[in-house]
């Protein structure tokens, strides 16, 4: 293998070693911790962590699986539902069965969950491919859309009334909550355009919230981080109508500006930039020592 230049951030000998004989080693690594502030996939779906995991270096957020589900939200529901969660009704559909039986599938989605309702794709962010069906000639636009990035679609029930509320999640086997905020888009949803387009939308933290419905959303949010394994950190999202608070997503990486919802719900609850990024690093260095200690084979 050739030497790495000065530029290397890091590369794996796998040629034997006194030390190790018959392992991979680690050559030229040149830092302590990876901060992968990556949307999307290859990103935020486990294949990046995975990929620091067999070159054994710390990374802050989540691990494999927890970045794999948190990226899959069909899986993700499948997974907090059985974790005791609230979630909407919803279905999944495959871009196979769709595109092989339309009439069927838009009639049984009718029939299941009723107008209106989203279809996103399952694995994406950004709200990319994301729609709001009326009726059946938008659902079919919609299907087609979200089958365009995906072959899984998620066709969720609407939730009368809504208020989109955030909440932001910091630690690894004793994670904390953040004071909520809540988003109010330009849109009629918080779509790609509500977000990154539109100067229109707002954010209002902490959200204006009764005292128990905000120490619910906190304690399910805590909730949603343990029930996908989550480690570092979280975004949670929940829909709240006047009667049911639901948990809408978990965001494993969210925006990490100084000016994301994330950093501004940790400083509005009393931890700066900074301090938020510290903490951040020693729990990823924290995690990686911990499975330092943990046994690979028998022998």
């Not at 609230?86 to 009723?114: I, K, T």
């Not at 707002?202 to 805590?222: C, V, W």
């Amino acid at each position: 293998m050739a030497r790495p230049s000065e530029e290397t951030i890091l590369s794996i000998d796998r040629r034997p070693s006194r030390a190790e004989d018959g392992q991979a080693v680690v050559t030229g690594l040149n830092l302590d911790v990876i901060f992968p502030v990556l949307h999307g996939p290859y990103g935020e779906d486990g294949t990046i962590q995975g990929l620091l995991e067999l070159a054994n270096v710390p990374y802050v957020g989540a691990g494999v699986l927890a970045s794999a589900v948190g990226m899959d939200k069909a899986i993700m529901k499948v997974v907090l539902a059985a974790a005791g969660l609230p979630v909407c009704p919803y279905r999944v559909v495959l871009r196979h069965d769709w595109q092989a039986n339309r009439d069927e599938v838009a009639a049984e989605l009718e029939r299941a969950l009723h107008y209106p309702m989203f279809v996103k794709p399952a694995n994406l962010g950004s709200s990319v491919g994301i729609s709001k069906a009326k009726a059946r000639a938008g659902l079919i636009v919609a299907m087609d859309l979200a089958g365009s990035f995906d072959r899984k679609i998620v066709v969720e029930a609407a939730v009368p009334s809504a208020r989109e509320i955030e909440c932001a999640v910091l630690g690894n086997d004793s994670p904390e909550a953040s004071e909520p905020g809540e988003v109010i888009p330009s849109r009629e949803f918080y779509d790609y355009e509500a977000k990154y387009i539109d100067e229109g939308s707002q954010t209002i933290i902490p959200a204006d919230l009764g005292p128990r419905t905000k120490a619910e959303i906190k304690r399910l949010s805590i909730l949603a981080f343990k029930a996908i394994d989550c480690a570092g950190m979280a975004r949670v999202d929940f829909l709240l109508s006047p009667d049911t608070i639901f948990v809408n997503e978990l965001n494993t990486i969210p925006g990490f500006t100084t000016i994301s919802m994330y950093s501004k719900l940790w400083a509005a609850t009393g931890v700066d930039y900074p301090a938020l990024l510290d903490r951040l690093v020693a729990l990823a260095l924290e995690r990686h020592a911990e499975k330092q200690q943990l046994r690979t084979s028998v022998t």
